[in-house]
């Protein structure tokens, strides 16, 4: 189970959801993949960059992972970086 921040008009409070409810929630990963990537970059243009330059850590362009359904490797280096802002 994981626990997700909701507010009401009583306050904060946690919801706890399940696998398949948080994978609702969340979305597709390519949404949660291009959310982070507009929270760390300014324009579109960036973004694009970034999916489309090798990244060492990854050893290979993350569009490419991304269309052969490795996003959980990409989401790791996204979150990282996001993180270490």
């Not at 706890?16 to 390519?30: H, M, S, T, Y």
């Not at 949660?32 to 362009?61: H, I, M, Y």
Request: aromatic content about 8%; glycine content about 8%.
């Amino acid at each position: 189970m994981f626990g997700v921040p909701f507010t009401t008009s009583m306050g904060d409070t946690m919801v706890r959801l399940g696998r398949q409810e948080l994978d609702v929630w969340l979305g597709e990963p390519e949404d949660f993949v291009l959310a982070v990537l507009r929270d760390l970059f300014e324009c579109d243009t960036d973004v694009k960059r970034w999916l489309n330059t090798p990244q060492s850590r990854l050893g290979r362009v993350p569009v490419d992972l991304l269309s052969a359904g490795r996003d959980a490797e990409v989401e790791s280096l996204l979150i990282d970086q996001w993180n270490g802002r």
